[in-house]
Structure formats: structure tokens, C-alpha cells
């Protein structure tokens, strides 16, 4: 079982519309989640930060954490074909240590 | 504010020769330091992190190593490179006690 898992995509968004990222987390412990975006042959960008149970938002994002389900999310409203990405989950484990899923990517279409 | 530079930007390298690779970071005094490589299609993966001048932790056994001669700067390099070696190098900075961590530009390194 992968530490970080994220579906791969590509998840394909009409233009205005809301797009949904999943991602899970094996460490139980885990105290920090981050979201990345990854634009291709660029370096991801942090974009979120999330560290307690609830929703948190920031502009079109929101993010939406879960420990009991080990469950983290990203919301982003009114999809822009700049939104088009992929887009990292990062979890800081018990250790201190970073994981990142592989990426889910997304594409928005006009 | 705060800066992280890489270079190259991009490097073709043949197999068996040496590797050095530059990350420099402005605007924050002893920031942890971080080299991840991320292969096509795939995760990052953390290679090599350090929390001082000349103190390197190792993730992942390889022909790589990696260096801290100054607050500020963070060297990955090799003494014969690996076809399995080609990837996206990325450096990333944190503050000492931040969770939040940042990505320098990145090193395409290609080995034919």
C-alpha cells in the first residue's frame, strides 16, 4: 500500500465548473497535509495548507481534511483552463518525513 | 522575501560521467534543505535532507550524495552516472520549524 494515494487522472472539468481531488494517507498520525500544483516541466507550487479536521479556504480552493477517515481533498471552484495541472497531495508523517502522492491531473476544458 | 535557486536547468549527461548539481537559497538564515528526484509519471522522491551545515541524511541508497558547505547552499552530485539517474531534480527549502516546504525551479537531467 502506497503511503500517499491519489487517483491519476486525468479528471477532465468543463470550464466554470467545480473540480474534486481525493487523496488518502496510510500514517494514521499524520498532523500536516499540503496541496501542490504542478504545471508540466515546471516545479510544484504550493497551494494549500491544512492541519486540523474541517474545511479551509482560499480564494476558488478549499481544502477538506478527515483524520478519522485518513481522507484529505481539494476542492477548486469555477474551474479556469489555468487551473489545468497536476495537482500533488503531501502529507508530513509521524516522523516528520514528507510523502507525496504521484498526482492527479486535471484538465479543463473551454 | 525568500528565493531558491537551481542549476542547471536542464542537463545531458552520458553515462559513467560525474554529476554536480547547485541550490542556493536567499532570504532565510539555516533553512532545512531538501533534494528530491521525480522520475516521469511518477512521485517525488526524497533523496537526500539536511538540517545544518554538513549534516546530510540519506532516504534512498544510490550512486549520489549530496553536500552542505554553507548555510545556504545544498549540492547533489555523483561520481558516475546511471541511466536510471535521468529525472526531474528538485531542491526544496523549509524554515526549521515550518511544516510548509518550497520548490526551487528544478534540473532536467537527461543520461544517454
Known amino acids: 500500500q502506497k503511503e500517499v494515494e491519489q487517483n491519476s487522472g486525468p479528471l477532465s472539468v468543463p470550464e466554470g465548473a467545480i473540480a474534486s481531488l481525493n487523496c488518502t494517507y496510510s500514517?494514521?498520525?499524520?498532523?500536516?497535509f499540503f496541496w501542490y500544483r504542478q504545471y508540466s516541466g515546471k516545479s510544484p507550487e504550493l497551494i494549500m495548507s491544512?492541519?486540523?479536521?474541517g474545511d479551509k479556504e482560499d480564494g476558488r480552493f478549499t481544502a477538506q481534511l478527515n483524520k478519522a477517515s485518513q481522507y484529505v481533498s481539494l476542492l477548486i471552484r469555477d474551474s479556469q483552463p489555468s487551473d489545468s495541472a497536476t495537482y500533488l497531495c503531501?502529507?508530513?508523517?509521524?516522523?516528520?518525513?514528507?510523502?507525496f502522492g504521484a498526482g492527479t491531473q486535471v484538465v479543463v476544458t473551454p | 522575501s525568500q528565493t531558491i535557486h537551481q542549476w542547471p536547468a536542464t542537463l545531458v549527461q552520458p553515462v559513467g560521467s560525474p554529476l554536480s548539481l547547485e541550490c542556493t537559497v536567499e532570504g532565510t538564515s539555516n533553512p532545512n534543505l531538501y533534494w528530491y528526484r521525480q522520475a516521469a509519471g511518477r512521485g517525488l522522491q526524497l533523496l537526500f535532507y539536511s538540517v545544518g551545515i554538513g549534516q546530510i541524511s540519506s532516504e534512498v541508497p544510490q550512486n549520489l550524495s549530496a553536500s552542505r558547505p554553507q548555510d545556504r547552499q545544498f549540492i547533489l552530485s555523483s561520481k558516475k552516472l546511471l541511466l536510471s539517474d535521468s529525472g526531474f531534480y528538485l531542491c526544496a527549502w523549509s524554515e526549521g520549524g515550518s511544516n510548509e516546504q518550497f520548490f526551487g525551479p528544478g534540473t532536467r537531467l537527461t543520461v544517454l
Open positions: 491544512i492541519y486540523s479536521n
Open positions: 500514517d494514521r498520525v499524520s498532523q500536516s
Open positions: 503531501a502529507v508530513r508523517n509521524s516522523w516528520g518525513k514528507f510523502q
